[in-house]
């Protein structure tokens, strides 16, 4: 039992290049995120998905798109990489929520991405 | 739009002395309050969580609290060792959305 995992660990991109990250979890969880994390701001939402074919917007989506064609991977991809992406990107799954309750994330090892 | 806010941003405590980091929260509708240990170059790992229809949780040396009506929630820990110093979040959540604080930067000193 892996838990939830990333690749790659780490990526040097060109601005203007584009590069997906993979997540994957084998713990049969519904729900899937993408963060990112910067000093002094903690994480922040990218996307999300409730279930196999669905994503969502959260809170800074702009520059990033998701694709949850199987329901243990989670794709997060930048068309065109921007300084402004250097980031650590973290992936988490959790169980499906029922009647509006959360439940706990499990966190991937992390992606750190450099765009000069 | 939702907000998470966490203080302090740095904690300094010698060690054996106790921690406490605040939160306070804006959505209403958040029934789930987890707490996060990260440290350097690692992924955030929970290291304890309360839901709403709870006041107060204890684990070890470890223990939370939540007051609603205030929307701020509190982690506490004793008796602090070296171990413990590392990266702090806290989260608000409701319907497997979460928003997190910044982080507590929490160095403890033999």
């Known amino acids: 039992n892996a838990g939830v995992t990333q690749t790659p660990k780490f990526r040097v991109l060109k601005t203007g290049q584009s590069m997906t990250l993979l997540c994957a979890q084998d713990m049969n969880h519904e729900y899937m995120y993408w963060y990112r994390q910067d000093p002094g701001m903690g994480l922040r939402l990218i996307h999300y998905?409730?279930?196999?074919?669905?994503?969502a917007k959260g809170e800074v989506p702009d520059g990033y798109n998701v694709s949850r064609l199987k329901k243990q991977n989670f794709l997060l991809g930048l068309e065109s990489a921007a300084p402004s992406q250097t980031s650590v990107y973290f992936c988490?799954?959790?169980?499906?929520?029922?009647?509006?309750?959360?439940?706990?994330?499990?966190f991937g090892p992390g992606t750190r991405l450099l765009v000069l | 739009g939702e907000n998470v806010e966490q203080h302090p941003s740095t904690l300094s405590v010698q060690e054996g002395d106790s921690a406490v980091i605040k939160c306070t929260y804006s959505?209403?509708?958040?029934?789930?309050f987890p707490w996060y240990k990260q440290e350097l170059g690692k992924r955030p790992q929970l290291i304890i969580d309360i839901r709403s229809n709870v006041g107060e949780k204890k684990d070890q040396r470890i223990a939370v609290t939540l007051n609603k009506t205030a929307k701020h929630f509190s982690l506490h820990i004793t008796e602090t060792q070296p171990e413990d110093s590392a990266v702090y979040f806290c989260a608000a959540s409701s319907w497997g959305k979460f928003q997190f604080g910044a982080g507590t930067q929490v160095v403890v000193t033999p």
């Open positions: 988490a799954s959790s169980e499906a929520t029922a009647s509006g309750l959360s439940e706990t994330q499990y």
């Open positions: 959505d209403s509708a958040s029934n789930y």
């Open positions: 998905s409730v279930g196999e074919g669905t994503t």
